[in-house]
């Protein structure tokens, strides 16, 4: 306290006496302003007098700008601006007036100087235009330009006040309640004191010095840098790694698509060779067995011929009145057929060209369904999966299965969300519709699949039910044995009665020996060729019941069928 208030005083009195070296600088800057730029500019250079020197008529200009426009060789001389004649050069003499002028007006701050509404203002500048601040002084708290910085450069007290950038915000380091500078900080209560707060309010708690408190968080702030530095250099390695990588997607995408289009387009140029070589085979054989067919013709067109001209002597000798005639001439005839017939129908049939393309299209649409793409690997197509041994590798293939109500026979009752199949006594009132099963209690799926599916049937409450898959065009009106699944070319089933299982397709059954849990579950692998049923315990426990490894043509549906009381519901993994 006793060392403030000497410090308070001396700065009250440098207040003042800027204030009063203030009030002399804007009456001197006010007459300044006051004078008209042109008494101060030169006519011939028009700027700002240098070095002004009058001439007799009372006009003055700068000496070197007079003395380079009146040479030496003239006979006569005039006043650049009044036009006035003179014999001799005349003399040039000094106007102090507007030396004086100039000077002053050369010390006057230009405009660029004065505070703008984003600058800090100097606090001891008065009048409308203050200066720009140059420094802040956390000691005074008050913001100075560069003129009334000068007494904390040579005065000896202010020198050792801590000077910052200038600073709108010196008023938030003073205390509101005791209008005293805050140099003290608490850290029990986390804020700063003044000298008076620390003794009423903060007595007993961990204080220091704001510049102590500074220091520690000063270096706790540099190693927080040195993190976030550390961070920000990691990601921008991310960030050149990702860019590279985005590059080389691009890159390789690009080659791709061009490889690809080559490929396909070489694809297509040997689908059209072949196309043409089919064509020409088809042409040059129906050439040749035409060729045949008119040689035949007309062999059996001559020995139509020769007939006709036997027949035609054999009536008119039959028509001859002589006997002896008759008998002389009439040939031995034979009494049967001696000649075969010439075959026909079995001739070269094009009819298996198309057929045999169409096998081709359907296995080429297989493959190219098989393709795919497999991460930063190259495409292949993808080769049979091994047998899978647990739940959680089926699970990876577990597919969503909603039963199709336009195929559900009217003694099966759909629910839950399509996935419950019940078997009631009372055919229900479906909706004609020619995929539906006529006469068998059966449902397939909404949807085909291609590829690799798993899914679970709970066949808990049901004594007997068929769990199979079928192509779409499996027959489904009428009582035929073609239209039950497992009795075609076109499903495959396992029935389960009594814990007791068999398997069948196209009509052919196979036991399966064991018994069968209250789960079936189905794994298809469409590309490979892979149908496996298994049994699933309620422990998740399975074991392989019967596995089929066969070519599917076409995308597979599930089915489920009933002929009693009970429900079978698809399991929703």
């Known amino acids: 306290m006793d060392v403030l208030e000497p410090l308070t005083e001396g700065v009250t009195c440098l207040t003042e006496h800027f204030q009063f070296q203030e009030k002399q600088a804007e009456s001197l800057s006010g007459r300044t302003q006051a004078l008209k730029m042109e008494a101060l500019t030169c006519p011939i250079c028009l700027d700002l007098l240098k070095n002004p020197v009058a001439i007799p008529c009372g006009h003055s200009f700068c000496m070197n700008c007079i003395l380079n426009y009146w040479p030496e060789e003239l006979d006569s001389f005039r006043c650049p601006q009044c036009r006035k004649r003179y014999r001799t050069r005349p003399a040039l003499n000094k106007n102090i007036m507007l030396a004086d002028l100039v000077e002053q007006l050369k010390t006057t701050p230009p405009a660029d100087h ?34 009334h910085l000068q007494p904390h450069h040579t005065v000896a007290i202010l020198k050792k006040h801590q000077l910052v950038a200038p600073s709108d915000k010196l008023q938030e380091n003073m205390c509101r309640q005791h209008n005293k500078l805050m140099e003290i900080f608490c850290r029990t209560d986390q804020q700063l004191l003044c000298c008076l707060c620390s003794v009423d309010h903060h007595k007993g708690h961990d204080t220091v010095s704001s510049a102590a408190e500074r220091a520690q968080r000063q270096a706790e702030l540099e190693a927080k840098k040195d993190l976030i530095l550390q961070n920000l250099q990691d990601k921008e390695e991310d960030l050149k790694r990702l860019q590279q990588e985005a590059q080389d997607i691009s890159r390789s995408a690009q080659r791709a698509v061009q490889r690809s289009r080559d490929n396909f387009r070489d694809l297509a140029l040997l689908l059209e060779k072949r196309r043409s070589e089919v064509e020409q085979q088809i042409l040059s054989e129906e050439k040749k067995q035409l060729k045949q067919v008119q040689e035949l013709q007309g062999r059996l067109k001559q020995e139509a011929t020769e007939l006709k001209r036997t027949i035609s002597e054999l009536e008119k000798l039959s028509n001859t009145p002589d006997h002896n005639q008759f008998i002389l001439h009439c040939p031995s005839l034979p009494t049967q057929k001696t000649e075969t017939r010439i075959q026909t129908g079995h001739r070269f049939n094009f009819e298996y060209i198309p057929r045999a393309v169409m096998a081709l299209t359907e296995k080429l649409q297989l493959v190219l369904n098989r393709f795919k793409l497999t991460g930063p690997q190259e495409p292949t197509v993808s080769a049979p999966l091994p047998e899978p041994t647990t739940r959680g590798d089926l699970l990876r293939f577990r597919t969503p299965v909603a039963m199709d109500p336009k195929t559900a026979n009217p003694l099966l009752c759909l629910s839950e969300e399509n996935r419950r199949v019940t078997f009631v006594l009372e055919p229900l009132k479906y909706q004609d519709h020619p995929d539906r099963f006529t006469y068998w209690g059966q449902v397939m799926s909404k949807h085909g699949m291609m590829g690799r599916s798993y899914w679970e049937v709970d066949v808990s409450r049901v004594n007997w039910v068929c769990v199979g898959v079928t192509y779409k065009d499996i027959e489904r009106e009428g009582s035929a044995a073609r239209c039950v699944f497992g009795c075609n070319e076109k499903s495959w089933a396992l029935e389960r009665y009594n814990n007791r299982c068999t398997f069948c397709h196209n009509s052919s059954q196979t036991d399966i ?61």
């Open 114 to 147: 004065c505070a703008g509404p984003q600058d800090v203002a100097c606090d001891v500048c008065s009048g409308e235009k203050k200066l720009k601040a140059v420094k802040s002084c956390l000691e005074c708290l008050v913001s100075y330009c560069e003129t």
């Open 513 to 573: 020996p064991g018994t069968v849990s209250s789960r079936i579950g189905v794994f298809l692998d469409h590309w490979a060729g892979t149908l496996c049923f298994f049994s699933v315990s309620d422990d998740d426990a399975m074991s392989l019941l019967h596995r089929v490894q066969t070519t599917f043509t076409q995308p597979l549906y599930a089915g489920v069928g009933l002929n009693n009381s009970g429900h079978a519901c698809i399991i929703n993994l």
